[in-house]
Nanobody
Framework: QVQLVESGGGLVQAGGSLRLSCVAS????????MAWYRQSPGKQRELVAS???????TYANSVKGRFTISRDNAKNTVYLQMNSLKPEDTAVYYC???????WGQGTQVTVSS
């Protein structure tokens, strides 16, 4: 099992930026697609962005053009750069190893209006 540890969340004003990081333990990181999900109170967890082993990316329509997912295999880290943040982006953001049951503990992002 791989351990995933997120960081980088916080409180930011609307229009601001944050960069989330997720560090994975183990040597298999480069072999796995990775993703970021988010969950707001009372809502289902939703996919925000994903990145394949070779860097192919996909995004939810709600974040396209504002968020960028990337990875650094040498550091076993996946990032989520979030720009032009909106209050509706407020959620707990989770890192996920695609195809497995490995989730991080989550990091809170709060965007004030």
């Amino acid at each position: 099992q791989v351990q995933l540890v997120e960081s980088g969340g916080g409180l930011v004003q609307a229009g601001g930026s944050l960069r989330l990081s997720c560090v994975a333990s183990g040597s298999a990181f480069s072999s796995n697609a990775m993703a970021w999900y988010r969950q707001s109170p009372g809502k289902q967890r939703e996919l925000v962005a994903s990145i394949s082993r070779v860097g192919f990316t996909t995004y939810a329509n709600s974040v396209k053009g504002r968020f960028t997912i990337s990875r650094d295999n040498a550091k076993n880290t996946v990032y989520l750069q979030m720009n032009s943040l909106k209050p509706e982006d407020t959620a707990v953001y989770y890192c996920y190893r695609v195809g497995y049951v490995d989730w991080g503990q989550g990091t809170q992002v709060t965007v004030s209006s």
